[in-house]
């Protein structure tokens, strides 16, 4: 069995330090902390770039809020009849111009797409619009939108406009 004085165990000890400190200069735990830091700045110089084309973009829209004209009433209205490529759905008894922003939100945009409408697209525009269930059948809009989409506005003022059938 081997003893050890407490001089051994003294210099041991020393000699374990020294070559813990030693072996850590020399594993370049410095390159890994300068890594770090680089890193660091590079993402604190992204983030002030974000941030400095959000203040812009923020600057810019506030500018265009302070040049657009007023909204008036029929607005709406206005600018889906003058997009081309779109019908006036309000032209269909009972669809309004809230409902036939929430029917081209829905990318319903001409009176040949509500013609072909399937139960179950029915049943989800109505759901979106906050309608009650089966309106769109019990209001005809497929029927009147084929008169509409085939040219036929005189038969469809004839067949549709004298009703009084509530929303």
Do not use: C
Not at 146 to 153: A, E, F, S, T
């Amino acid at each position: 069995m081997m003893t050890f004085t407490l001089n051994e165990i003294v210099l041991l000890g020393l000699m374990l330090l020294i070559g813990l400190f030693l072996g850590l200069m020399m594993s370049g735990r410095g390159k890994y902390k300068r890594l770090w830091r680089e890193e660091q700045l590079l993402h604190n110089q992204t983030r002030q770039d974000r941030d400095t084309r959000v203040e812009a973009a923020n600057a810019r829209i506030a500018e265009m809020e302070t040049h657009r004209g007023p909204i008036g009433p029929g607005t709406a209205k206005a600018v889906a009849g003058a997009t081309q490529g779109r019908d006036d759905l309000t032209v269909i008894r009972t669809i309004t111009d809230q409902d036939q922003i929430a029917l081209n939100e829905a990318g319903y945009h001409r009176y040949a797409q509500i013609a072909t409408m399937s139960a179950e697209q029915q049943a989800t525009v109505e759901a979106r619009m906050g309608r009650t269930p089966g309106l769109i059948a019990r209001e005809e809009w497929p029927e009147q939108a084929r008169l509409l989409n085939k040219g036929n506005r005189d038969e469809h003022l004839r067949l549709y406009e004298s009703r009084n059938t509530p929303v």
